[in-house]
């Protein structure tokens, strides 16, 4: 009997998995609020593939709905542009990267997320949480201000 | 592990019914055998991201209905991509088998020379891995990480096989066998590599197989 339990702990050992993503992740962008934003063009994020889909609630500018800037996995950071006429704003997301070995494969989690540039103006005022693969750990606010 | 309690069972009915239900013939003689393995390659290319091969190839002697010994050895490289787990490699090695095995020779209707055979075997496997780990990507790259390891891996088998002659010296072999992996890649992600020689992969210790090989029946007095 209690070789059966080892045996059973042993098989439970082995499936778990340590916390970390297993896929690209996402920065999710949502609003506190209704805030007064500028209509941007678009919003590219560098070295990515595509632009990232940003979808306004009202059609018009000032509002919009919650959206996702996706994380360079590859690099430390992952810099962003907001267009809009006559205008580029930098947002520039700093962060470390730790990469898990475990018999699930390779996972990846990070910390020490900050903001380390931002033109937006201050109004432009968002709070940031990394999700993705990360279920239930959601990760601390960090604020767009210069 | 629902999945692991079903192979076992199996296995465990597969030896009583076999072992129960056969009638013994002729107890005389001995017996040798020479064989390859035809289902390996296959097994390995169900899902392979590139086409794979496994050869393996294998002898045995005995005394018909009594015990004998077995002897195999084989040769692969698969290639795999295993999207659960984020490992995109290629595994190349060689492996030896060996074991005892006991025999029943039986008679079905005209087949004569049918057999089946219980062994418990060891297999040992020089085996080597390389490839990436990747964090597939989406609006970026993936994220991919070399790596390589090379190991040599332990393993125990037991086996059941039944052998049917289908044209005068020639048998096919169907066999079901369990295997339980001694050691293996121990760092990084050693559920997703092939197991060489037991034809699975290390996602568990124990893990049951089946194979179909072609036998030739060598004469002997």
């Not at chain 1, 805030?35 to 000032?62: C, H, M, Q, W, Y």
């Not at chain 1, 470390?96 to 103006?121: A, M, P, Q, W």
Request: charged share 15%.
């Amino acid at each position: 009997m209690k070789s059966l339990f080892g045996f059973l702990c042993l098989v439970l050992l082995q499936a778990c998995c340590p916390g970390g993503a297993d896929k690209e992740v996402s920065l999710d962008v949502s609003f506190s609020g209704s805030l007064e934003l500028p209509l941007f063009d678009r919003i590219v994020a560098e070295n990515a593939n595509r632009n990232i889909v940003l979808k306004t609630l009202s059609g018009g500018s000032g509002t919009y709905s919650d959206f996702k800037l996706p994380v360079n996995t590859n690099a430390d950071s992952t810099r962003y542009f907001f267009f809009r006429p006559g205008q580029i704003d930098t947002v520039v997301i700093r962060y470390t990267r730790i990469f898990n070995h475990s018999n699930c494969g390779l996972l990846i989690d990070f910390k020490n997320e900050s903001v380390s540039k931002n033109t937006l103006s201050a109004s432009a005022f968002v709070s940031l949480g990394l999700s993705g693969g990360l279920p239930g750990n959601f990760r601390n606010s960090i604020n767009f201000s210069n | 592990m629902k999945l692991f309690f079903v192979r076992a069972v199996i296995i465990i009915f597969a030896t009583c019914w076999l072992k129960c239900g056969l009638a013994q013939t002729d107890t005389s003689s001995r017996y040798a055998l020479v064989g390859i393995d035809l289902s390996k390659t296959l097994y390995a290319n169900t899902f392979m991201k590139a086409p794979g091969w496994v050869l393996e190839i294998q002898g045995r002697t005995g005394r018909k209905n009594g015990p004998g010994l077995f002897l195999g050895a084989g040769a692969y490289q698969v290639s795999k991509y295993l999207e659960v787990r984020n490992i995109d490699y290629s595994s190349e090695g060689q492996y030896v088998k060996f074991g005892i095995e006991y025999s029943e020779f039986f008679s079905i209707a005209s087949l004569s020379n049918c057999a089946y055979l219980f062994g418990v075997f060891a297999n040992v496997a020089n085996t080597t891995n390389s490839g990436f780990f990747v964090i597939p990507g989406d609006y970026f790259q993936d994220y991919r990480q070399a790596f390589r390891n090379e190991y040599v891996q332990l393993g125990v088998q037991i086996s059941n096989q039944l052998l049917f002659p289908i044209h005068k010296h020639f048998q096919v072999g169907v066999q079901l066998a369990g295997g339980y992996l001694i050691n293996h890649e121990k760092e990084r992600a050693r559920s997703s590599y092939y197991a060489p020689g037991l034809g699975v992969t290390g996602r568990y210790r124990l893990a049951s197989s089946t194979s179909v090989s072609l036998h030739y029946l060598i004469p002997t007095k």
